[in-house]
């Protein structure tokens, strides 16, 4: 299973537009809102940015990354990211990670979705990589999260803006017992997250492939 990063300036049909998106899974393909709804009863309120169907030796899996309006009690935006297994009754939601943007800032301006087995297990893991960025602030907020397994690992930091501003990293200590071709690509996706957004942030619709093999 190759991994491959699609960056693309507009989404899906009947999905809202994303910065970048990324997936290598068999069988993979994009899911129309339409489908999200009358499937699992997704969002009933909000747009969907991203929406991801792929197999592995587990199943079917949708990887689903979403946005929630502020609420009359929240003054926030809600980002929302989702994984759900097909099984024997129904639609089954495996984990589901939430994030929060004050209401006066901009969404996400870098999202970045990798389904791959990087470990060769047959089980796909799922990482998710996002910058929060304020509208005059130097540096943004940069988290990846990895879910190998069902189980969430975190990596998060400052994000560099232009090619003269710093940023930085933080690995939660679980990190480091993941698998090492699992912990290789999600260094590789923070350090694409992490760059100046002149040097690596442009859509385009090429894809780029994202080695496997250590440095």
Partial sequence: MRGFMWRRGAAAIALTACSASALACTNARTLSADTLKTQIGLLSQGQISQAWACTDTAGEHWVVASK?????????????????????????KNWQARDFLPAQTRAASTEMIVIKDTDGDGLAEVFLAYALTGQAAAQGEGKLLVYYKDKKYAIRGAIAQTANDFGSR?????????????????????????????????ATSNPVFLPTTNR
Avoid: C, M, Y
Avoid at 68 to 92: C, D, I, M, Y
Avoid at 178 to 192: E, F, N, R, Y
């Fill in 68 to 92: 929630l309006p502020p609420s009359n009690h929240e003054h926030k935006v809600q980002l929302l990211f989702a994984q759900f297994t097909r099984t024997a009754s129904g639609w089954k």
């Fill in 170 to 202: 933080k690995i939660e200590p679980d990190f480091l017992t993941l698998p090492q071709p699992v912990q290789h690509q999600a260094l590789q996706i923070w350090d694409k997250l992490s760059a100046p957004a002149s040097a690596s942030k442009t």
